[in-house]
C-alpha cells in the first residue's frame, strides 16, 4: 500500500524541512489560501503563512526526534503572532503536547485567541480525509491542451528523447508540465516512476514543488535534494533539485543515484551554462538511453548566444506575449512608453554611429523620480482596485522611491530586495510581512528590486512601473510578466516606462508590430503609446522606427558591441 506525503516514516525521521512543506501541502488541500513557506533563519517563529475567511493564520511547526512539545513553542508562536500581526496561532508536530500547552491553549481561548494544536495524530487523521488530489484538479485552460497534448505526443505517441516548450509568463508554463506529466504517468505509471525537476537556485527548487502539488496525488510523495537538504530519494515519486547538488555529485561519483525517467529543465535558457551541460552529459539526458528531456522557459534568448535548440531539440510549443495577448489569455496591456526625459533628439542625429552606451549617455535625463510619482498619482485615480510594483535601479532607489510615494499620500508603498544595503540585509521575517501584506491590499506599492524577476506569483497586479535599466532581454520580459497574469476584475495592466535605454524603446516597438498583426489588435486598442508630457507623441515613434530598423538586434546589443546606424534618409523630430 502507497503511504501519503504525510507518512509514518516522514514523522519519524524528518527531515524537519520536509514536515514543513507537507504540513503546508495539507493545508493547501483543504480550505485555506495564499499558503506561503516562509520558514528560515531570521523567521522570527513563523514557517507557514495562509489565510481562511479573510484571517491570516501563522503556523510553527516543530519536528522533535523524541519528548513531546512544551510551553516555548506556545511563546514562539505567539512572539510570530504579533510580529506578523496574524489572527491566528497554530503549532503543528510529528510528537505531542505535554499537559502545559493544553492548559495554556484553553487560557488563551479565554482571552479570544484561539491557538490550533495539530500533534501527530491530527496531522495522520486530516491527511486520511484528503481524497487523491487528481480527482479535483482544476480543468486547464483551452490554450493549455496544444502545449500538452504536444508533450505526450513527443513521449508516448512518438517516442522521442526531448523537447522544449516556450510559453510567456502568466500562460501557466509549470501547471503545463505538471499536467502533462500526470496523464503520462496515469497511463504509464512504470515506465515513468521517476521524475527529476531542476532549476538553478533553490528559491525556484522549492516554488517549483509548490507548484506541483496540484498535480499530484496524495501517494505521490517529493523529495528537495539541494544544499540545505536531501530528502528520500528512493520514495519519491518526483524530486526537485538545484543544478549544482546534482552537478558536485556527477563529478564525484559520475552518475546519480536514482536513475530518472523523465527529467524537466525549468528556466531551460540556462541550460547552456557548463553545469547543466555536464549533468546533461552525465546521465544521458535526451539520449536514446537516457530519460526524456524536457526544457521550460518563457525567455529562451542567451547572452552567451547557446544554441538550445541542440539542446532540446524542436520546439514543442510556442507562444509568446504579443501571442498569448491577442489571444486573450493574457491580460490587455495599455503600455506608456515615456519619452519626455530625452534632452534633444537632434543631438543624436548630428553623429554619424553611436553605442547604446553613447546614446543614453547622451540624450537621457537619469533623475526625474518626482515626476515618475507624479504620472503615477495620476493614473492611481483611473484604475479600480490598483495595485502596482516599482521595479527600481537599486536598493537606495528603491527606498527613495518608497518614501516619496508615501510622501505623496495617495497610497501606502514598501520595499522588497535581496541582497545587502547600507551592512543590512532585509529579514526574512520583513520580506515576508511586506509580501503578506501585499497580498492582502495593506501595502499596494512594492518597490522592487530583483525579487519580481522570476518566480513569485501576482496576478492582480495591475500597475507595473519600470526605473531600472535592464540590458537583459529576458529580465524585460520576465518583469513584465509579472503583470499579464488575468484576475478576476482585472481589465488590463497600465505599464509606464521611464526607462532610459533605446534598447527598452525597440522592446516596444517590436512588441506593438507584434500586436498590430493580430486578429485582435482592433479590439485591443493601440495598447503601445509613446508620451510625453502633453500627451502622445506620434513624432518620437516616427523618429524611432526610422532610426532602429533592426529592433531584435538592438535589443540584445551590448553597452560598446553594436553601432546605431542612422539611414541615408534620417530626418530628425
Known amino acids: 500500500m502507497l503511504e501519503s506525503f504525510i507518512s509514518q516514516k516522514l514523522l519519524s525521521v524528518g527531515p524537519w524541512q520536509a514536515l514543513e512543506r507537507a504540513v503546508a501541502r495539507l493545508m493547501k488541500h483543504g480550505k485555506f489560501t495564499d499558503v ?7 523567521d522570527k517563529g513563523a514557517d507557514i503563512l495562509a489565510n ?3 484571517k491570516r493564520y501563522v503556523v510553527q511547526v516543530k519536528f522533535r526526534s523524541s519528548g513531546s512539545i512544551d510551553l516555548k513553542a506556545v511563546d514562539e508562536v505567539m512572539n510570530a503572532r504579533n510580529i506578523y500581526r496574524a489572527d491566528t496561532p497554530i503549532i503543528a508536530t510529528n510528537r505531542v503536547f505535554n499537559e502545559d500547552v493544553s492548559k495554556m491553549k484553553d487560557k488563551l481561548s479565554s482571552s479570544g485567541v484561539y491557538l490550533q494544536l495539530w500533534n501527530k495524530g491530527k496531522l495522520m487523521r486530516e491527511i486520511d480525509r484528503v481524497d487523491n488530489v487528481s480527482d479535483k484538479l482544476k480543468e486547464a485552460r483551452p490554450y493549455q491542451e496544444e502545449p500538452i497534448a504536444s508533450i505526450i505526443e513527443s513521449i508516448i505517441e512518438l517516442d522521442e528523447k526531448r523537447g522544449m516548450v516556450v510559453m510567456a509568463t502568466g500562460l501557466g508554463k509549470t501547471f503545463v508540465a505538471a ?7 496515469n497511463d504509464h505509471t512504470e515506465r515513468f516512476n521517476k521524475i527529476l525537476v531542476i532549476a538553478h537556485t533553490n528559491p525556484l527548487v522549492y516554488q517549483l514543488e509548490r507548484s506541483f502539488w496540484p498535480c499530484l496525488g496524495k501517494n505521490d510523495s517529493t523529495a528537495i535534494w539541494n544544499g540545505i537538504e536531501k530528502g528520500d530519494l528512493d520514495g519519491a515519486v518526483v ?23 523523465l527529467v524537466l529543465i525549468d528556466e531551460a535558457h540556462h541550460a547552456g551554462s557548463k553545469s547543466y551541460t555536464a549533468l546533461i552529459n552525465g546521465i544521458m539526458a535526451g539520449k536514446n538511453n537516457g530519460p526524456y528531456l524536457l526544457g521550460l522557459t518563457a525567455t529562451p534568448w542567451r547572452s552567451d548566444e547557446a544554441d538550445l535548440a541542440a539542446i532540446f531539440g524542436r520546439q514543442l510549443c510556442s507562444i509568446d506575449i504579443a501571442q498569448g495577448m491577442s489571444a486573450g489569455y493574457l491580460s490587455n496591456v495599455d503600455y506608456r512608453m515615456h519619452v ?4 534633444d533628439w537632434k543631438m543624436v542625429s548630428k553623429a554619424n554611429k553611436l553605442s547604446p552606451k553613447a546614446i ?14 507624479d504620472v503615477l498619482s495620476q493614473t492611481w485615480l483611473t484604475v479600480d482596485n490598483p495595485k ?18 508615501n510622501s505623496f499620500n495617495f497610497t501606502r508603498a514598501e520595499v522588497i530586495y535581496s541582497g545587502e544595503f547600507n551592512g543590512h540585509k532585509m529579514k526574512p521575517s520583513d520580506r515576508n510581512i511586506a509580501l503578506s501584506d501585499f497580498t492582502d491590499g495593506v501595502i499596494s506599492v512594492m518597490c522592487a528590486v530583483d525579487i519580481f524577476n522570476e518566480g513569485i506569483d501576482v496576478p492582480d497586479v495591475n500597475i507595473l512601473v519600470f526605473q531600472r535599466v535592464t540590458h537583459s532581454r529576458r529580465i524585460f520580459v520576465q518583469q513584465l510578466g509579472r503583470g499579464l497574469r488575468i484576475s478576476p476584475g482585472k481589465d488590463k495592466v497600465i505599464v509606464l516606462d521611464f526607462v532610459s535605454d533605446i534598447r527598452r524603446f525597440a522592446a516596444g516597438l517590436e512588441l506593438k508590430e507584434k500586436l498590430s498583426h493580430s486578429p485582435r489588435y482592433i479590439e ?39 553601432e546605431l546606424k542612422f539611414p541615408p534618409d534620417f530626418e530628425t523630430i
Open 388 to 405: 502596482a510594483i516599482v521595479f527600481c535601479q537599486d536598493i537606495e532607489h528603491a527606498f527613495t522611491m518608497r518614501d516619496k510615494i
Open 340 to 343: 519626455d526625459n530625452v534632452t
Open 524 to 562: 485591443l486598442g493601440n495598447p503601445i503609446h509613446f508620451v510625453n508630457k502633453t500627451g502622445e507623441d506620434p513624432r518620437a515613434e516616427a523618429f524611432l522606427k526610422q532610426w532602429l530598423d533592426d529592433v531584435a538586434a538592438i535589443q540584445d546589443a551590448g553597452e560598446e558591441d553594436y
Open 239 to 261: 524530486t526537485f533539485a538545484c543544478i549544482d547538488s546534482l552537478v558536485s555529485i556527477i563529478t564525484r561519483d559520475g552518475e546519480l543515484p536514482v536513475q530518472y525517467d
Open 36 to 42: 506561503r513557506l516562509v520558514g528560515q533563519s531570521g
Open 360 to 373: 543614453n549617455r547622451t540624450i537621457f535625463i537619469k533623475e526625474w523620480d518626482d515626476a515618475v510619482i
Open 52 to 54: 481562511f475567511h479573510g
Open 179 to 185: 499536467e502533462s506529466i500526470r496523464r503520462i504517468r
